[in-house]
């Protein structure tokens, strides 16, 4: 991880992310540094770590194809990008809590006794919640997941567009996957700018804050 980091500059990372909606074509991003990027993107919080963010890389011409009739006004991004990153969100994610707790143990980072108590409390919920509860965990781990993808990416060089203009109801079906496990969040367009984003305007602090 960290190899092919361009940028390293956080302010320049966070005040030039633009939604880019044009991409330059002939830029592609090797599998290696795909991985690099969501390995880094990975590093985000996420529910008692359970990690529910899952990942569809559309990069090819034929999964291109058969994603173009579902992204509605999102064309552009679609053909032109490096590829589009279907974040999904995992209901079942519990089934690697004892995978990652074990890593944890393994590195030296928890002991035996906390993984053991942890493991069994999250299984002792998890599989319990009602779906709807799931669901909605599901996506603010991987909302917080594809935030963090977008910087990771202006990090690497590329730019990014999130959309959510697209079929929910279709998406995950369309590639082979279990619409009842996983469910859309969002997609991000990935890849070069050939045009700019516009720049943008944000609501001042006084405007968004309850102070009490």
């Known amino acids: ?17 633009r939604s880019v909606r044009h991409y330059d074509e002939q ?9 690099d990027i969501i390995n880094e993107a990975s590093l985000a919080p996420s529910s008692a770590n359970i990690q529910p963010w899952r990942v569809i890389v559309v990069h090819t011409p034929e999964g ?32 690697y809590v004892e995978e990652i707790y074990n890593m944890a143990v393994e590195q ?17 919920m998890f599989p319990l919640l009602p779906r709807d509860m799931k669901i909605e965990i599901a996506k603010v781990d991987a909302s917080l997941f594809a935030m963090q993808l977008m910087l ?3 990090a690497h060089g590329y730019d990014t567009n999130p959309m959510a203009g697209f079929e929910r109801d279709k998406v995950v ?9 996983y469910v859309p969040v969002m997609i991000l367009s990935i890849g070069k ?20």
Not at 27 to 35: F, N, S
Not at 117 to 124: P, W
């Open 1 to 17: 991880m960290l190899e092919h980091i361009q940028n390293n500059d956080f302010v320049s990372i966070i005040t030039g992310r």
């Open 152 to 154: 990771v990416a202006r």
């Open 108 to 124: 030296g980072k928890m002991p035996q006794e906390v993984r053991d108590k942890q493991v069994s409390q999250i299984l002792g």
């Open 64 to 95: 291109k194809d058969k994603l173009r009739p579902l992204v509605q006004f999102n064309t552009q991004q679609n053909d032109s990008s490096a590829a589009m990153l279907i974040i999904l969100g995992d209901t079942q994610s519990e089934q």
């Open 173 to 181: 079906s369309a590639f082979d996957l279990d619409d009842e496990r």
């Open 193 to 212: 700018a050939k045009q700019e984003g516009h720049e943008s305007v944000r609501l001042p602090s006084d405007k968004i804050t309850f102070w009490r």
């Open 27 to 35: 830029v592609k991003i090797t599998t290696k540094e795909m991985q």
